[in-house]
């Protein structure tokens, strides 16, 4: 009969073993790789002595090909909860050292059970991907496994965030989590998803393409829309998901603004570059950012999809401590037209927004779709439904500034009073109107133009008479669809005054099972 001695020293063993990963080999690779191990990108994570580890002792029931005759250590992949800065996480990450981090059922098992954890903690479920696949030698239990996971990114969508850094390969069905996630952070030159790897796509399409140009961390922040971040290393992307998750409240559950943070900055502060930053000339732009950076506390805020549609820009930020979600259309590129993705990534936005109680502040200055064959093939009008609906369906408080052009349909869509904006404000510049004056005014009093000695001098003066009935923000004040016409310079002393009017604010709907939103 052992001692106690005995068995403690042996559990140390047991432990100090498993903590090896895949061997000093396995670790210098992925060293090489510029990749972290799987135990030193949890420690980075979390606050020190704080990671409670789970299933650290499973194991996989495999006896096909040979794998009952192969140890993996904690099964690839090491799950637990832990504090990123004072607030509890639940975490996963695979440990490719180890199997290359293949994925069979225990450890798919091992995930499911750590989001189940974290559902009923009621807080943040972390995942850090690094994976070679499925474990093909458990042949459909792998499947199933994924099966399980995917379920459960669906069950707890909305009651808590979810977070995937893709820190290595990821491949086949691995790369449907992350998709099924709120935040997908990337790593360059080591993160890559794809269905289907280069070598199948030779094969059935004739194509030549490496791992980084079909899946990598730019294809998915640029080109894809599927991937929100990217960084140029493993620590970048960890210090970064700290970052975000400051922004996010635990869970749905969370009491009302539990990421308030006292601010430095005052929200009385006056912003006078804001008086002259719509250009008098239509043909010249400005940069939205500015806007936002001087309305915010501190000039901060947090921008996902960065690289994605540029032409509209979501980012959380704080005012007067309070974190919101900003939504606004970016003048500087493509005169910040609304078209398939922008409207994709403002839609999804606004609904994780709305999801977890975060106010949404909406930034106007918008002319209209994209026209063209590839909008309308590629489904303009049901990708721009998808924002009608987010905002449509969002009752979290909504607060609008219109700073320039509103045109159209693509003013409703950006979160006017007609959808449910709470509060509309509107600078002097604004337009809220059918169309620009001079297209306008070429289509109503196009008999007259053509009759007048000087057609253009015609236009010029049907354009002004147009622009004083309707480009204005009078007319659309007159009618109440603007609240307040304010001085630019005071955008953030408005928008906090009414964003803590509303903080709390209770929106009744109807009962439904749930909308048929127009994916």
């Keep these: 009969m052992p001692t106690n001695e005995e068995l403690i020293a042996e559990l140390e063993a047991k ?4 903590k090896e990963m895949g061997g000093p080999e396995s670790v210098k690779k992925q060293h090489a790789l510029n990749k972290l191990t799987v135990r030193e990108r949890i420690d980075l994570l979390l606050d020190p002595n704080t990671f409670e580890e789970t299933g650290m002792h499973v194991k996989h029931h495999c006896h096909y090909f040979g794998l009952d005759k192969i140890d993996i250590p904690a099964d ?12 509890t996480v639940c975490c996963y990450a695979e440990d490719f050292t180890s199997r290359g981090g293949s994925l069979g059922e225990m450890h798919a098992w091992k995930i499911a059970r750590t989001m189940d954890l974290a ?11 690094d994976t070679g696949g499925a474990r093909i030698q458990e042949g459909i239990n792998a499947l199933d496994g994924y099966g399980q996971i995917f379920h459960r990114n669906t069950l707890y969508s909305g009651i808590i965030p979810q977070i995937t850094l893709s820190m290595g390969p990821c491949a086949g069905g691995a790369v449907y989590s992350p998709a099924l996630t709120d935040w997908i952070l990337m790593v360059k030159g080591s993160s890559y998803m794809y269905v289907t790897g280069p070598d199948v796509v030779k094969a059935v399409m004739s194509e030549e393409v490496t791992h980084e140009g079909l899946g990598g961390s730019m294809v998915h922040n640029v080109k ?8 140029n290393s493993d620590t970048e992307c960890i210090e970064a998901c700290k970052e975000l998750l400051g922004y996010l409240p635990q869970s ?4 009302l603004d539990a990421t308030y943070k006292k601010p430095a900055d005052s929200p009385d502060r006056i912003c006078p570059e804001l008086d002259t930053i719509v250009p008098e000339d239509p043909r010249k732009v400005y940069d939205m950012k500015t806007v936002i950076k001087a309305i915010v506390d501190d000039s901060e805020f947090l921008e996902p999809h960065k690289h994605y549609a540029p032409n509209m820009i979501v980012c959380f930020a704080r005012l007067n401590g309070h974190v919101v979600g900003i939504i606004a259309n970016q003048p500087s590129y493509v005169a910040g037209v609304l078209d398939i993705n922008a409207s994709d990534k403002a839609a999804r936005f606004v609904r994780f927004c709305d999801a977890f109680n975060i106010p949404l502040l909406t930034l106007v200055d918008v002319p209209g779709y994209m026209p063209g064959t590839h909008q309308e093939f590629g489904g303009v009008i049901r990708h721009g439904a998808k924002l009608l609906s987010a905002y449509s369906e969002a009752t979290v408080p909504k607060i609008t500034i219109c700073t320039h052009k509103a045109y159209g349909g693509s003013q409703i869509s950006m979160c006017s009073r007609s959808i449910g904006a709470d509060i509309y404000l509107a600078w002097p510049t604004a337009q809220l109107a059918v169309m620009g004056a001079e297209g306008a ?3 109503i009093f196009r008999r007259e133009i053509a009759k007048a000695p000087d057609p253009k001098t015609k236009l010029q003066e049907m354009t002004e008479l147009y622009r004083k009935t309707f480009n204005n923000p009078y007319v659309a004040a007159a009618s109440g669809f603007i609240d307040k016409i304010i001085r630019a310079r005071d955008s953030r002393r408005e ?6 009017s509303l903080l709390n604010k209770k929106e009744e709907r109807p009962w439904k099972k749930h909308g048929n939103i127009p994916l």
């Design 15 to 18: 432990e100090a073993k498993i």
């Design 76 to 87: 690839g992949v090491v799950t637990g909860f832990g504090k990123v800065n004072g607030r």
């Design 119 to 129: 559902a009923k903690m009621r807080v943040p479920i972390i995942g850090m991907l």
């Design 224 to 231: 894809s829309g599927v991937a929100h971040f990217v960084y």
């Design 252 to 255: 749905v559950y969370d009491k």
């Design 441 to 443: 005014a070429a289509i």
């Design 495 to 500: 928008v906090i005054t009414a964003l803590e």
